[in-house]
């Protein structure tokens, strides 16, 4: 995720907090071409923070595209996996572009706002997204901005984050079912407030306006300290992620990974009309299974295996690991990787062929975390 040296500072993009991160300690560097706080503390600190309490992480680099016009939700429902003719306003869903073959090209989020949809995009992707959707506004009566730079988004995860919510919004806030919105008014401005569980557990997004940053998230701290509430960065966001069982983009998916094969069913409607890489979807479908599965690992020792390392069951090869973490929660090393049908049921035995020898693991089901009671 870090890239100090890789990108040249006149090039980086910011976080419309930058400076106020700084003044509260954090550690800043470039992540996804955007300078941001990696880290206020440690960031296995901050894991244990938002399992234990809850924490605030900037995450203004995600990406919002706006599609507004009376043919928005046609041109919509044909580019994505989903089916946006169900949504209705306030309610949202995750979905995917895909190539004309099936393969995932993003992974997006989509809210109803009533007269116009949101695309929110994670920061690896979003251009790439935009580039691909903007020309398609030339051929019919939709409009496709990118209103990105008049948001700062900010996300409230943990054990305490509905609490921290009903303290800080001046209407009601409902617990909301995932993907979920509603308006709310935090410090004086008008936000939207995304049900978004971002680490397995309660958590909420903020979309503020730039001009209000600062005053919704030093309110937020303020009033969340009764919770018990600080700020966290992106490095913590990562480990509680991988923990949930999130793939990262460019990392566990890519345009060489047809969409079934990375998980995520609820991104996906198997009952709505044709949409970009549908067929593909659909002959996967009618044959019953994938030929790979992005799976779980957990391992046994302290070794923690390289991306690309090979996976064996019995000494054939079956598949190869795309990334693997030091489970701050679970205190084991923990895996993701693509195995082949047939190999990839839970609990069967596998082996990873590593520098350092041969590794053990077992294929286990995601999110890898146990499950953790939720505050309300």
């Known amino acids: 995720m870090e890239n100090p040296t890789g990108t040249q500072e006149g090039l980086l993009k910011k976080s419309p907090l930058l400076e106020q991160h700084r003044k509260l300690g954090a550690r800043v560097g470039v992540a996804d071409g955007w300078e941001m706080p990696l880290s206020y503390e440690t960031p296995e600190g901050e894991v244990h923070l938002v399992r234990g309490q809850v924490g605030l992480v900037d995450i203004s680099h995600f990406g919002i595209i706006q599609v507004s016009g009376s043919e928005a939700e046609r041109f919509l429902n044909g580019l ?14 995750q979905a995917a572009f895909l190539t004309g073959h099936g393969k995932v ?18 920061p690896q992707t979003h251009d790439k997204v935009y580039r691909y959707v903007f020309p398609f506004s030339y051929a019919g009566d939709f409009k496709v901005e990118d209103v990105s730079a008049n948001y700062a988004t900010f996300s409230i995860q943990g054990l305490r984050a509905l609490l921290v919510m009903k303290e800080v919004s001046f209407e009601p806030v409902s617990s909301m079912d995932e993907h979920q919105w509603s308006a709310a008014v935090v410090a004086g401005h008008s936000v939207t407030i995304v049900k978004t569980s971002r680490a397995g557990m309660a958590g909420y997004d903020i979309l503020a306006p730039v001009e209000g940053a600062v005053d ?3 309110f937020i701290l303020l009033k969340g300290g009764f919770h018990g509430i600080r700020p966290f960065g992106l490095r913590a966001l990562e480990i509680l992620q991988f923990e949930s069982g999130v793939p990262k983009y460019g990392i566990d998916a890519d345009e060489t990974n047809m969409m079934l094969e990375i998980g995520l069913p609820n991104a996906v409607s198997f009952t709505k009309g044709c949409y970009t890489g549908q067929e593909a979807v659909a002959m996967a479908t009618y044959r019953g ?25 019995q000494g054939r090869e079956v598949g190869s690991v795309t990334s693997a973490i030091k489970s701050v929660t679970l205190g084991r090393v923990i895996a993701m990787a693509y195995v082949k049908y047939g190999f990839f049921e839970p609990g ?15 294929i286990v089901e995601m999110p890898f975390r146990s499950s953790l009671r939720e505050e309300s």
């Open 105 to 122: 090209r993003a992974l997006c989020r989509i809210l109803a706002l009533g007269d116009s949809y949101f695309i929110i995009n994670d």
């Open 289 to 313: 299974h994938v030929s790979k599965k992005l799976s779980g690992l957990m391992l046994e020792g302290e070794t923690i295996p390289a991306r690309g390392d090979k996976i064996l069951s």
């Open 348 to 362: 069967s035995s596998i082996e990873i062929q590593n520098e350092h020898g041969s590794l053990r693991a077992t």
């Open 216 to 218: 919704v998230w030093d």
């Open 80 to 93: 994505v996996t989903n089916d946006v003719k169900t949504l209705t306003k306030g309610n949202g869903m």
